[in-house]
């Protein structure tokens, strides 16, 4: 049986509730890179993730350009990035010209492994040159390990820059885990938890540090009766209509994170049966995840199959799934850059993929997905019986814990 509706990784969710926002900037004719959306959505922003102030900008991207600019990375510097990560946390140290160091993942987050990250500073210093920031990634919304990154860095004197893009939501010791850091950046792109179509953010707890983000992405104005400039701006705000988008989005925040974390918890009462398929976990209760994307491992030698064999079987049931991120230290345009590697990632890319896992899949979603998977994994092991999922709502319930 294949489903009539195609079941997307992680589709848009509206709540409604933007049309309200966005009919407020046409009405008082706020259809402009600035205006009062925009403002609520920094303040808002800056509430939530328990930072004092945030600038909205018109991509994930650009927030960790600015940052880098702001950190004063120039050409010829070094800069620390997870190798296990979407391009776009590596592309900005290139903007700069400069250098990106990569970091492998540590096997229990997925996210940058504190000890790869000493030793390769180390080794750059030794080298004989001190990198200028570090920028870990809280993949697939789990926290990375911040305790260590955050000791590691202290003790070096780098700041650090926290990708969040895929972390809204997500907490690390009680905090957001878009408040660690110097400053952090956030996406509004189509695919993650919230979306303004496109969109992001740069957080930070000092205040000065995001007055002069917003001034670099509006062209760098200098106060003047005329256009003057002394430095090289960018355009780079996000606008008053997109912001009104973001405003309604994060009315339902806390109901998205609910149904990711419900879907994760899903997958795990049903697929955790399933001999050689493992989960990313919060390690412990200081882990609190959005679970945005849920990724799962497959060991081919118990199951009999590859993660490439079950995203084709889905497909055939009209079902999007996807490989993990293929790590940057492995693509042909970073493969010259320096990697501190202890096969980590390249185990989770060879041997992952991520589910389904938008806000609003729906039950019978959710089964598909998974009888798609144990189909797959019977054609393989032919000795396997016909499975039909079964779960215990209760226990899911009881695992998700409450938006904290
Ligand atoms: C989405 C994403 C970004 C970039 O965000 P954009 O808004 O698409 O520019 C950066 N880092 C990670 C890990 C992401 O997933």
Known sequence: MVNKNKIY?????????????????????????????????????????GVKDAAVLNSGTAAIHLALIILGVEKGDEVIASTFTFCATVNPIVYQGALPILIDSEPGTWNMDPVQLERAIRDRLQKGKKPKAII????????????????????????????????????????????????????????????????GALLSDNEELILKARFLASQAKDKAPHYQHSQ??????????????????????????KARRYNHFYYKETLGKFEG???????????????????ILIDPEITGVRPGD??????????????????MHLQPVFSHCPAYLNGTSER?????????????????????????????????????????????????LANMRAVL
Not at 311 to 327: A, F, G, H, T, Y
Not at 368 to 382: D, E, F, G, M, P
């Open 9 to 49: 990784l992680s589709s848009p969710h509206m709540s409604g509730g933007e049309m309200k926002y966005v009919n407020d900037a046409f009405n008082e004719n706020w259809v402009a890179p600035l205006g009062p959306n925009v403002v609520d959505m920094e303040v808002t922003l800056a509430k939530y993730c």
């Open 348 to 396: 989770l890319f060879t041997q992952g993929l991520c589910l389904p896992s938008g806000s609003n899949l729906s039950q019978e979603d959710l089964d598909s997905v998974v009888t798609a998977i144990s189909r797959s994994l019977k054609n393989a092991n032919a000795t396997q019986k016909k499975y039909v999922p079964t779960y215990n709502p209760v226990r899911i």
């Open 136 to 199: 870990p990634v809280h993949l697939y919304g789990m926290p990375a390990n911040m305790t260590k990154i955050m000791e590691i860095a202290n003790r070096y004197n780098i700041p650090v820059v926290s990708d969040s893009a895929e972390a809204l939501g997500s907490r690390y010791m009680g905090k957001s885990a878009a408040s660690y850091g110097k400053m952090s950046i956030l996406s509004f792109n189509g695919n993650k938890i919230i979306t303004t179509s496109g969109g």
């Open 232 to 257: 090289i701006g960018y355009n780079y705000r996000m606008s008053n209509i997109l912001a009104g988008i973001g405003l309604g989005q994060m009315e339902v925040i806390d109901d998205r994170i």
């Open 277 to 295: 398929i493992t989960l990313l976990e919060e390690p412990d209760s200081a882990y609190f995840s959005n679970h945005w994307l849920t990724g």
């Open 310 to 327: 079950l995203i084709r079987d889905m497909e055939s049931m009209n079902i999007e799934s996807r490989l993990l991120w293929k790590p």
